[in-house]
């Protein structure tokens, strides 16, 4: 397993999600907890999460030695509107006050001429609340690369989250070309593309994964997060140890 955690040179966090064996969140943040510094809590659908109560995440979760993000869902309804989604944004958070997320990861809208604006939406009811701006990070997905778009998130004061088995599994490469990006990525997603849209683990990078893997490093701002957004045990923790002798030969602090 990767010793991240008795390294003080990296400048990132590790994460985990918190799906890494079959068990619920809570049962997920036990086992990880001194294995990494992070669990993303991933809250992937928006009614059932809606209806979490104390015992989906208990209080306990906040003396686990871990820090947390939200991963928001994927359903998140863009067609109702900014504000709509900036609400269940909020009211997710609400759930999980007591573990103090320190990142949102959010999937924006499908790529097209009304994304701008619906962002922009959704940034202003942000920034009238209790959640910095800064710690939401919009992801590249299948329906939006957020290609074109980095200049408008920067301007809502919102930053970014690169997925790495998005990037070669869409051909998104054109991304990490924007100017746009510099100084924006807070969070890394570490996978391999596999079929259907499967998280794979990072044993199953090519050349060209690797190369990717290497400008994503490159992007990263100093103090960021580095998902190992793999969900099954035995691939997480390969991942994880590859991931390290990653940075160690690449020499990346």
């Given at each position: 397993?990767?010793?991240f955690?008795?390294?003080?040179?990296?400048?990132?966090q590790i994460?985990?999600p918190?799906?890494?064996?079959?068990?619920?969140?809570a049962?997920?943040?036990?086992f990880?907890a001194?294995?990494?510094?992070?669990?993303?809590?991933?809250?992937f659908?928006t009614?059932?999460c809606?209806?979490?109560?104390d015992?989906?995440?208990?209080?306990?979760?906040a003396?686990?030695?871990?820090?947390?993000?939200i991963?928001?869902?994927?359903?998140?309804?863009?067609?109702?509107g900014?504000?709509?989604?900036?609400?269940?944004v909020?009211?997710?958070?609400?759930k999980a006050?007591?573990?103090?997320?320190?990142?949102?990861?959010?999937?924006?809208?499908?790529?097209?001429p009304?994304?701008?604006?619906?962002?922009?939406?959704f940034?202003?009811v942000?920034s009238r609340s209790?959640?910095?701006p800064?710690?939401v990070?919009f992801?590249n997905?299948?329906e939006?690369s957020?290609f074109g778009?980095?200049?408008?998130?920067?301007?809502?004061?919102?930053?970014?989250c690169l997925?790495?088995?998005?990037?070669?599994?869409?051909?998104?490469?054109?991304?990490?070309?924007e100017s746009?990006?510099d100084?924006?990525?807070r969070?890394?997603?570490?996978?391999a593309?596999?079929?259907?849209?499967?998280?794979?683990g990072l044993?199953?990078l090519d050349?060209?994964?690797f190369?990717?893997?290497?400008?994503?490093?490159e992007k990263?701002?100093k103090?960021?997060t580095v998902t190992?957004?793999?969900?099954?045990?035995?691939?997480?923790?390969?991942?994880?140890?590859?991931?390290s002798d990653?940075c160690?030969?690449?020499?990346?602090?």
């Amino acid at each position: 397993m990767a010793n991240f955690l008795n390294n003080t040179d990296f400048h990132f966090q590790i994460s985990a999600p918190s799906w890494v064996i079959p068990g619920t969140i809570a049962e997920n943040c036990r086992f990880l907890a001194g294995k990494v510094d992070e669990v993303a809590l991933l809250f992937f659908e928006t009614e059932s999460c809606l209806a979490y109560t104390d015992a989906d995440l208990p209080q306990e979760l906040a003396y686990t030695g871990l820090a947390f993000h939200i991963h928001h869902p994927l359903d998140l309804p863009w067609e109702k509107g900014g504000g709509r989604v900036a609400e269940i944004v909020l009211a997710l958070n609400e759930k999980a006050e007591h573990l103090n997320p320190s990142a949102h990861v959010v999937h924006p809208p499908p790529a097209g001429p009304e994304a701008a604006g619906v962002i922009q939406e959704f940034a202003a009811v942000i920034s009238r609340s209790g959640i910095d701006p800064e710690t939401v990070l919009f992801e590249n997905i299948k329906e939006n690369s957020l290609f074109g778009l980095t200049g408008n998130i920067a301007d809502c004061g919102m930053k970014i989250c690169l997925d790495l088995g998005h990037i070669l599994a869409y051909a998104q490469h054109d991304l990490l070309r924007e100017s746009g990006l510099d100084g924006q990525v807070r969070m890394l997603h570490l996978n391999a593309p596999g079929p259907k849209g499967r998280h794979l683990g990072l044993e199953h990078l090519d050349r060209d994964g690797f190369e990717t893997l290497d400008i994503l490093f490159e992007k990263l701002s100093k103090g960021g997060t580095v998902t190992v957004e793999v969900f099954e045990e035995k691939s997480f923790f390969k991942s994880l140890q590859l991931l390290s002798d990653y940075c160690t030969s690449r020499k990346i602090k």
